[in-house]
């Protein structure tokens, strides 16, 4: 009996431990984020202290707010995942479902460009972009990250089309239903779930992207994965600030990445199956 | 009665079926053709086209701070590369990282798995936990270690360490240091990718195939090394190919730590590459390194897919 205690207290340990180490970076991150400067300087580390929210009124409403930032990281997401999923969705289709010559060099392709390291993108997109003035802008920015989220929507939509039986649109071609009408009324409904976990992990990459990001933002377009490097510096680190300002780049990761939980493997190894790599 | 697009599905009377089904087939391309042709514009424009003005650059001296000295020079680049020791030092900072990154993250992934699949209650905690990690930016991720995880004394890596007797250590200061702090920060982020999917095809293997192996009174490393091991085979290749690929491109998590340094003990090529571009931008040279580092990831990757491929 003792031998059976030890072995569901070791379990016990080691489950703490692990989930300890993972959760610690972002709760300390949390609890920093609450404290007064001389709180997070304390030595030993303090878990008990008086809570206040001052950091976060300085990062938002103070004089250096790191609201223009967020609203940037916002639109570059949202641009990137509405663009994304107009282009994605017809071309997955396609490749799913209808059959025309190239097909296996074209699933090939989009596999292929996402072998490319960024920063070798990056390189010759400064050069063009500077060339036509679009360096800080956001069609600059939105455009280079469909290098990246385009390939990964259409293989993670191919397997939501590829699973809807083919009776279904047979049976609309038979009413005498065009194939863009087809596509819309009856195909696009079926695959609503694969198109919002589509919608979820497109967005979540863009959010979190950072070397398109630091080369291409400048005074105007800065997300706050790059705005909040400013927070330290050879000087001083603002350390209440940046922890607020971690806290809030990482909220809405953390509550999309929650509600997609079950689609969550599928969606960091998509492409993987038919013999690809992600970033 | 629906109403599609003019031309409708029904064929004129005249026509025998075999045309009709050219017909048809003839529409199917046309219609797939107009559905791939954005996305696929898109993607020439945002992939194939910057490779290949990435090579033609390659071929030039561009440098932003001295554009009198900009020309075309062949293969110049790429003969100061081989002569370039940082490239080469950037090159095995490179392996170092991409080994041991990969190599922890399947082993830890790999056994916490297994750990996990034996447990009666608590899956559910581990796999919401574990998705913590993988969904934050490297570049937040990053900031948080470099300040309130690794910063001597008010670190809370510093802290443990002098509790421990280790004493205050300058770990990002330090090259062996900072080279151990950005693998432990990369394997803490993506253990949980590894562990996440190993898990999940752990799950999906058959139980009698157990059942069996128990009547046969095979030990449970008997079981694990027979049976276990050689069934995951396919989705820790899998599992190694992608992480590899993310390792050899890693940027933000090194970057916002380290910068590449102290000096260049953390600089990878990839990092090595961008450096050489937008800080000392010479962009020529820094996309001859990019070449560089497509040309090694092609062969790192053939040499994966050789192994998945081989039984």
């Given amino acids: ?279 | 009665m629906l109403t599609g697009s003019g031309t409708s599905m029904d064929a004129p009377a005249f026509i025998s079926s075999m045309d009709a089904g050219r017909v048809l087939a003839r529409r199917e391309r046309r219609f797939a053709s107009a559905l791939l042709a954005p996305a696929f514009a898109a993607l020439l424009a945002t992939t194939t086209f910057p490779l290949l003005y990435l090579i033609w650059t390659s071929a030039f001296r561009i440098d932003l701070a001295m554009p009198f000295t900009n020309g075309f020079i062949g293969i110049d680049n790429y003969r100061d590369l081989l002569a370039d020791s940082r490239f080469w030092s950037s090159l095995s900072v490179s392996m170092i990282y991409t080994i041991s990154t990969v190599v922890l993250q399947v082993a830890i992934g790999l056994g916490l798995a297994l750990f996990v699949m034996g447990m009666k209650k608590g899956q559910g905690l581990f796999r919401l936990i574990a998705i913590l990690p993988v969904v934050l930016s490297p570049a937040v991720v990053g900031m948080v270690w470099r300040t309130f995880m690794l910063q001597p004394e008010f670190g809370i890596v510093d802290f443990l360490s002098i509790n421990a007797g280790l004493g205050s250590q300058n770990w990002l200061g330090d090259p062996t240091l900072a080279m151990i702090s950005v693998i432990v920060i990369h394997t803490w982020q993506w253990t949980p990718f590894a562990f996440m999917v190993l898990l999940a095809s752990l799950a999906a293997l058959p139980d009698d195939i157990y059942e069996a192996a128990r009547i046969d009174r095979a030990s449970a490393w008997q079981r694990f090394r027979r049976i276990t091991l050689p069934l995951l085979r396919p989705a820790i290749v899998m599992v190694v190919i992608m992480r590899t690929m993310v390792a050899l491109t890693a940027f933000a998590a090194i970057f916002t730590v380290t910068g590449g340094g102290p000096g260049t003990a953390t600089e990878i090529l990839n990092l090595y590459a961008y450096r050489k571009s937008f800080t000392e931008l010479s962009i020529g040279y820094g996309s001859a390194l990019a070449v560089a580092l497509l040309v090694v990831t092609i062969i790192i990757s053939a040499a994966l897919f050789a192994v998945r491929r081989a039984k």
């Fill in chain 1, 1 to 279: 009996m003792t031998a059976k205690r030890l072995r569901i207290a070791a379990v016990i340990v080691i489950s703490l431990i692990f989930i300890l180490a993972w959760m610690f970076p972002i709760l300390w991150s949390f609890l920093n984020s609450l404290k007064t400067d001389k709180d997070v300087l304390a030595y030993p580390p303090k878990v008990l202290f008086a809570p206040t929210l001052e950091a976060y009124r300085d990062v938002l409403f103070g004089s250096a707010s790191i609201l223009p930032n967020l609203v940037s990281s916002f639109i570059i997401s949202i641009g990137t995942t509405v663009i994304t999923m107009l282009l994605a969705v017809p071309a997955a289709y396609a490749l799913a479902r209808l059959r025309f010559p190239g097909k296996r060099f074209a699933g090939f392709y989009v596999l292929a460009t996402q072998m490319l390291p960024p920063v070798g993108i990056i390189i010759p997109y400064f050069l063009v972009l500077r060339g036509i003035g679009w360096i800080d802008t956001y069609q600059g920015i939105i455009l280079i990250y469909l290098s990246f989220s385009l390939p990964f929507a259409i293989w993670l939509l191919v397997s939501y089309f590829e699973d809807i039986p083919f009776e279904m649109e047979e049976a609309a071609y038979l009413d005498g239903a065009s194939r863009l009408r087809t596509l819309w009324r009856i195909i696009i409904p079926q695959v609503r779930g694969g198109i919002s976990v589509t919608v979820v992990f497109v967005f979540l990459n863009a959010w979190n992207e950072f070397l398109f990001a630091v080369v291409l933002s400048g005074n105007t377009v800065r997300p706050v994965t790059v705005a909040m490097y400013n927070f330290i510096s050879v000087e001083q680190t603002l350390w209440t600030k940046l922890a607020a300002v971690s806290v809030l780049a990482m909220l809405p990761v953390i509550l999309l990445g929650i509600f997609a939980q079950k689609h969550i493997v599928k969606g960091l190894t998509v492409g993987a199956v038919k013999g690809g790599g992600r970033r």
